[in-house]
């Protein structure tokens, strides 16, 4: 963004001739420099007077001289005034601090001038002028620097020295106590004058200003218009200019969806009345900035006067310096945004142009993109260039919609693109038309491109209670008819908000009252309505009104669900939340035998089309090259997907079983190939939500054997599969698929030990030990991380068999282990209770476990020759490591312990360490020789 010098300002409120008279009053000292448009802020003692009436009289005349102004001018010279206010405000003040000083005793030379008070924003970023309590000034001025930087240059000048103690603390007292302070008043007195004579002006000081309209949450954007029109600087919009400010204006007559989707008998209110005015929130992006993870925003505040914001950030000078950048999840209402927008921005005041990413040509420029919406939109070839020259008094707006669209579908090739964009915005505002470009992307996406620096990014919050309710409220008016010739109830927000996960994002409340229009099944539901099977009802019944719209002979939905499931694994195994057409293309023709179906149709449709086409829970984005569309399927929200890969997984066991069960004892074992096939590619705990459906489904009756005796052949050699979702070895494979047959088994009995997992009693502490050793180095990462942290694994002690219990728990903090007979028995240890076991080093050197060698690191002296020594003992009921022993009587002094270490010690000499541990802690009266090499 510009920013002012005092003579720029000057210049751009057409005041040039009083350049000459300030500069003849501050001998061109003044005009010239960086900083409030000043390089000698204090030059202005012998002719403060002349300069603060000169400089109020070019403020004065702004208003005046308004009329006839572009948007973008009008917004440079609201700048420039304040560029100037706060350079006269800071003047005005000097007076109230009776400071002895002159222009002769500062002994100013230009350069001093220039680095005496640094650089300051003299407008705030859009994020910073909503930000700050209880002014908005106080958070982009600091009205403490000026002083101190003045006062540190005063304490070097020859008039310091000769002032006495007195003088100096009176100085710096008026400099620091009282300055910021009158500067701060007298700034904000005058700032908010200017915002009395300039509407504009009032909208970017409204950020603390109008917490009443910021409790009101409206729909359709309905008051933008008016707010815009109150500004407005006038015009006729050209022919072409009309034209196009009609097509968008027509959206807001339309449903929000399709009217394909529509029934017969329900309606989907229009555009204008359903769109539900958004939360959201605001942070300029700095170096350290994470706008794409969640956790990043809790500490903002959360806004919800977006009408107010969007008039503020389209008449302020930020809006042509930067793109700003609109982040949501998918449903969160991104692109109707751009729609009511550009409906919205009134043609006198804006040039709107909508561009939908998807459908323009990737390998098309921002120029060529342009070009393209316009002449879609205007059914007519269009160009951008022309059209701006013809834009007049109006400042050119450009929406570019879903640059999530552009990244997904083709790669990382516009990673670079917010750059051009930013090039773009500098040189139209090198061409004399700047322009204000707003960009929506999905979260998800969005962090694999460069965010400029200093640019706006906006986030769209899921509805609130509040925001559900009133989007109901125009659903049930809207079908009062139907549902009163139907006998059914409108759907309230009490259950809506029951499945808030759902419900607080626009598209899939519209899914909850799609199903509970037919006949009040989410109200009616007998007991708690478990989510597996909300989505289960869910997604059958929209199958099912899809299918009778294609064959009114067909009635098995179960063929759908098994395609949509192939869709979520593809997702799924790919640790993604969308795939690529011809991802699924493939996994469809591995998995399904669907190939591309010529039909006799023009254009043979892709097995990804027929599968996803007519689903609108399944969001398809879209970009162009090269004339050929390029596609990625997602579902509106994660949890379908989640959902139908534990449906399917248990379908397929039950299957399994079903066969096995009709099968002759003496036939071979049961053929696991197509679940070893889609579980043998990523952990299902990389997903916990999969875990929740897969217990949620599981039978109690169920298929525990079957499982157990697939884990227990689950490394031997499957059939190979065309189906490659990722590249995996062999052993990753098998590895892959044990784990997950494990947690299935979890999910089905709830706990499990490893003997009965293992069908023998097992040498725990090296058998489990190998076998989650295998699964940590073949698992990927995301997954190995949710194993370990959704299985919980428990040892138990005193028994006769040495084991360790497994179950699905929440995340906890480790089991301190305190006893070790889980390993060693007590009766192993012998007639004294002890006994030394030494381990190979050898193993430790060659595995090279960064915990195993930071525990070595911790007590290097058990290592002798080779091995490692550690000393068992039976102590107070448990079986533990002579190191521990030694540690409590350390931490513990006059406990036991060391009772027990000088008893152990009378039997049988301890090991040297330990001996000297018990002389340094005083258990022992001498210090202990130095033993013999151990052989």
């Given amino acids: ?445 969005a962090n694999r491109a460069k965010i400029p620096d200093e640019a706006t990014v906006l986030r769209l919050l899921p509805f609130d209670e509040e925001q559900a309710a009133r989007w109901l409220r125009t659903w049930n008016q809207t079908n009062g008819d139907y549902f009163s010739a139907a006998g059914v109830r409108p759907l309230n927000i009490e259950t809506a908000w029951r499945h808030q996960e759902l419900a607080q994002q626009p598209l899939l409340l519209l899914m909850l009252a799609l199903y509970d229009a037919s006949a009040n099944e989410l109200q009616c539901g007998e007991g708690e309505l478990r989510q597996s099977d909300l989505y289960e009802r869910l997604l059958t019944q929209f199958i099912r009104r899809e299918v009778v719209k294609e064959d009114t002979d067909r009635e098995d939905i179960e063929a759908d669900l098994e395609q949509l499931a192939v869709v979520a694994f593809a997702m799924f195994n790919r640790g993604a939340q969308w795939i690529t057409e011809d991802e699924l293309d493939r996994d469809l023709n591995a998995l399904l035998g669907m190939e591309k179906d010529s039909g006799g149709t023009r254009t043979p449709l892709s097995p990804s089309e027929r599968v996803l086409g007519r689903f609108f829970f399944v969001h398809r984005t879209q970009a162009t090259r090269d004339d050929a569309a390029l596609r990625t399927y997602e579902f509106l929200h994660a949890t379908f997907g989640e959902y139908l890969v534990a449906r399917h997984t248990w379908l397929i066991v039950e299957e399994i079983q079903r066969v096995q069960s009709s099968r002759s004892r003496r036939s071979n074992g049961p053929d696991d190939s197509e679940l070893c096939t889609l579980l043998s590619a990523a952990s299902l705990c990389s997903r916990r939500k999969v875990v929740d459906f897969l217990r949620e489904l599981a039978r109690p009756d169920g298929n525990t054997e079957l499982l157990l005796g697939l884990f227990r052949t689950a490394l031997d050699e499957h059939p190979p599969s065309s189906y490659r979702p990722v590249r995996r070895t062999p052993v990753a494979r098998a590895a892959i698929y044990q784990s997950n047959l494990m947690v299935l088994l979890l999910c089905q009995t709830k706990s499990i030990t490893v003997s009965d997992l293992l069908g023998y009693p097992p040498e725990v502490g090296n058998t489990w030990a190998h076998m989650a050793a295998l699964w940590q180095s073949q698992v990927p990462g995301d997954g190995w991380g949710g194993l370990v942290h959704t299985v919980d694994v428990h040892r138990i002690p005193h028994t006769d068999q040495m084991d360790l219990r497994l179950s699905i728990g929440a995340t906890r903090s480790p089991e301190p282990i305190d006893d070790l007979s889980s390993y060693w028995r007590r009766e192993e240890l012998g007639r004294t209770g002890a006994s030394g076991t030494y381990f190979r080093q050898a193993d430790f050197q060659f595995l090279r476990h960064p915990i195993v060698d930071a525990l070595r690191h911790s007590i290097p002296m058990i290592e002798h020759e080779g091995r490692t020594l550690e000393l068992l003992v039976h102590f107070d009921g448990r079986v533990m490591s002579g190191t521990r022993l030694l540690m409590e009587a350390l931490t513990q002094p006059g406990t036991a312990a060391g009772e027990r270490l000088l008893e152990l010690n009378e039997i049988e000499p301890l090991p040297h360490w330990m001996r000297m541990g018990m002389f340094r802690l005083g258990l022992l009266p001498e210090e202990p020789a130095e033993p013999p090499s151990m052989g």
């Avoid at 815009?228 to 449903?255: D, F, M």
């Avoid at 903002?300 to 930067?322: C, H, K």
């Fill in 1 to 445: 963004m510009k920013h002012f010098t005092y003579r720029d300002a000057l210049a751009v409120l057409g005041e040039d001739p009083l350049v000459g008279r300030i500069d003849k009053v501050l001998s061109g000292t003044m005009l010239g420099g960086a900083v409030f448009g000043i390089d000698a802020v204090l030059s202005w003692f012998d002719a403060k007077a002349d300069f603060i009436k000169l400089s109020k009289d070019a403020i004065g005349k702004l208003t005046a001289r308004s009329s006839g102004m572009s948007r973008a001018t009008r917004t440079e010279r609201l700048q420039a005034a304040h560029t100037i206010l706060l350079l006269v405000s800071f003047f005005e003040m000097i007076d109230e601090l009776d400071i002895p000083l002159s222009t002769k005793d500062l002994e100013l030379t230009k350069e001093l001038q220039r680095g005496f008070l640094g650089q300051q924003r003299v407008l705030p970023s859009p994020a910073d002028m909503f930000l700050r309590i209880p002014r908005p000034a106080d958070g982009w001025i600091n009205f403490h620097s000026m002083p101190s930087l003045l006062m540190d240059y005063l304490e070097g000048l020859h008039i310091w020295d000769t002032w006495n103690d007195t003088q100096r603390s009176r100085v710096m007292d008026r400099i620091l106590g009282h300055l910021p302070r009158l500067w701060k008043a007298r700034y904000l007195d005058q700032v908010h004058r200017l915002a009395v004579d300039s509407a504009e002006f009032g909208l970017w000081l409204s950020g603390q200003e109008h917490e009443a309209t910021r409790q009101t949450v409206g729909n359709g954007l309905a008051e933008l218009t008016d707010r815009i029109e109150r500004i407005s600087v006038g015009g006729t919009p050209s022919a072409q200019r009309h034209e196009l400010a009609g097509r968008y204006r027509a959206a807001l007559n339309k449903p929000t969806l399709a009217p394909g989707l529509d029934t017969a008998e329900l309606t989907i209110p229009p555009l204008a009345v359903s769109y539900v005015n958004p939360r959201f929130q605001i942070a300029p992006h700095r170096h350290d900035s994470r706008p794409t993870e969640v956790d990043w925003w809790q500490e903002l505040p959360v806004r919800e006067d977006i009408e107010e914001f969007l008039a503020g950030y389209l008449t302020s000078p930020w809006a042509t310096a930067l793109p700003m950048l609109v982040l949501g999840d998918p449903g969160a209402g991104k692109s109707m945004l751009t729609k009511v927008l550009a409906a919205r921005l009134p043609a006198t005041d804006f040039l709107t142009i909508r561009v939908e990413l998807r459908d323009c040509p990737s390998e098309a420029d921002i120029v060529g993109q342009l070009n393209h919406a316009l002449s879609s939109a205007l059914l007519e070839t269009s160009n951008w260039r022309a059209l701006c020259r013809d834009a007049g008094q109006a400042l050119p707006v450009i929406l570019l919609d879903g640059f999530d669209e552009l990244l997904q579908a083709t790669g990382t090739s516009h990673t670079g693109y917010l750059g051009k964009v930013v090039e773009f915005q500098e040189a139209s505002a090198e061409l004399g038309a700047p322009v204000a470009v707003i960009i929506t992307s999905r979260m998800s996406v």
